[in-house]
């Protein structure tokens, strides 16, 4: 059995949701699982019209008439006027209408999660009715009755063992009675014990392909990319980047961990636990090799590779007193940030201070006022996180050059940098 996860930019408009279906073609002849992100951008869509709601704004109506526009754009051209499927789709916006009617009852992410997953569940729904029309005999599955989670919302934590049930009830009878056959499921999305649905985090799409992996024991995975594999750095960002043909696990977890943006770094380890190559692969050129991620893979990644992350935070806290930041400090801030589901990319102390670097997101104001109860904050925003796996001088040279360096770390093989942005930053201080 093999899984393909097919990201947002694989299905974004009606000529890639027909390359999808002429890929699942070529592979009628095993049993597959296919896990599908939303359509393009439309998570940032509907994390932009459940900040809306949430705030009680105007435009709801406008943002979710852009997502539906979009959705039925696509659905025009794929499929005749009459069919079925306008109905359907019509039914699943309905669905976000409700909820949109109603103050918001639940915290800010438990509404997050019940809105934003509705994404996947209108491209699942897409190209299911695209593979009937094309006679791709397959089944949809509703992953909210695979993976169970717990319910924290936004970075909702899998249950393994009840999603173990699941899957193997729903998709390993399936399989029995359709030995060749093919499931369709949404990545990112969830289902908690109470029935509501919950997300694992903004590109968790990779990891769902994951874990359905390891619980099925796949033969392999593939993700499917616009690109040819995985690069030593993101070509957006880098001239002159090269492709890597084999990983190893361990290399992959690292780059993803620094923010690599080719796989979610939860991806990797459920693959290794039951050793599952991992293949990165371009869906426009199908018959390519790409990159191949695994357990005993000689690395030819100790080329340089290059992370960028831009739309960092550098967060200063310190005692107010001038005391010495101690462990007792310390697990406190720690603390602090688990709760607010604040992930740290880069952290370092001196005596008196202790700084983190972390993506800009809306939970850092209260993650702040929080911290300011017992200790003087400071931060600067709009900087860049750059990272050099196998870094040599020349390298560090040609990448930092005359750039201000806010912070910086090196290990025997990776050097960070906390840059400003190429447009500068704007600095502020409480
Ligand atoms: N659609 C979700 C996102 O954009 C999940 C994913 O694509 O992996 O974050
Ligand atoms: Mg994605």
Redesign the pocket.
């Known amino acids: 059995m093999k899984v393909f996860k097919f990201?947002?930019a694989s299905v974004k408009n009606a000529e890639a949701v027909r390359n999808v279906a002429s890929i699942l073609k070529e592979h009628t002849s095993e049993p597959l699982i296919v896990v599908v992100?939303?359509m393009g951008k439309?998570?940032?869509a509907f994390e932009k019209l459940h900040k809306e709601f949430f705030q009680r704004g105007d435009n709801c109506t406008s943002i979710l008439q852009e997502i539906k526009d979009f959705h039925f754009g696509i659905i025009q051209e794929l499929f005749p006027k009459d069919h079925p499927i306008h109905e359907e789709i019509h039914n699943t916006f309905v669905e976000v209408e409700w909820q949109l009617e109603d103050e918001p009852v639940g915290t800010y992410d438990f509404e997050y999660d019940q809105m934003v997953g509705l994404?996947?569940i209108l491209s699942t729904k897409i190209i299911s009715g695209f593979l009937k029309e094309e006679k791709i005999a397959h089944e949809w599955m509703d992953a909210r009755d695979l993976i169970r989670t717990d319910n924290s919302y936004r970075r909702a934590v899998v249950d393994w063992e009840v999603s173990g049930q699941l899957c193997k009830r729903k998709i390993g009878s399936y399989f029995t009675k359709n030995p060749n056959g093919l499931v369709i499921t949404q990545?990112?999305i969830g289902g908690t014990s109470e029935n509501f649905s919950s997300t694992l985090?903004?590109?968790?799409?990779?990891y769902?392909a994951a874990i359905l992996a390891c619980i099925m024991e796949a033969d392999e995975v593939v993700i499917w990319k616009d690109v040819e594999g995985m690069y030593n750095a993101d070509p957006k960002f880098f001239e002159n980047t090269v492709k890597l043909n084999n990983i190893s696990f361990q290399e992959a977890i690292e780059l993803a961990y620094f923010g690599a943006s080719v796989i979610?770094p939860k991806t990797v380890q459920p693959l290794h636990r039951k050793n599952i190559p991992l293949y990165v692969k371009s869906f426009l050129q199908p018959d390519r090799k790409g990159s191949l991620i695994n357990e005993n893979a000689k690395d030819d990644s100790i080329v340089p590779s290059y992370i960028h992350k831009s739309n960092q935070r550098l967060i200063s806290i310190s005692a107010r007193d001038y005391a010495f930041i101690i462990e007792h400090h310390l697990s406190d801030i720690f603390k602090l940030f688990a709760e607010h589901g604040v992930s740290i990319n880069m952290m370092q102390n001196s005596a008196i201070s202790f700084s983190v670097c972390v993506d800009e997101d809306d939970r850092l104001e209260n993650l702040i006022r929080e911290l300011q109860k017992e200790y003087k904050v400071t931060y600067n925003q709009n900087l860049t996180l750059l990272t050099i796996r196998h870094y040599n001088e020349e390298v560090i040279e040609n990448l930092i050059g005359k750039k201000k360096i806010f912070l910086e770390q090196r290990s025997r093989n990776t050097a960070r940098f906390i840059v400003e942005s190429e447009a500068g930053p704007s600095i502020q201080f409480r």
């Open positions: 990201g947002g992100s939303a439309t998570t940032n994404g996947e990545g990112f985090g903004r590109e968790g799409s990779d769902s979610h």
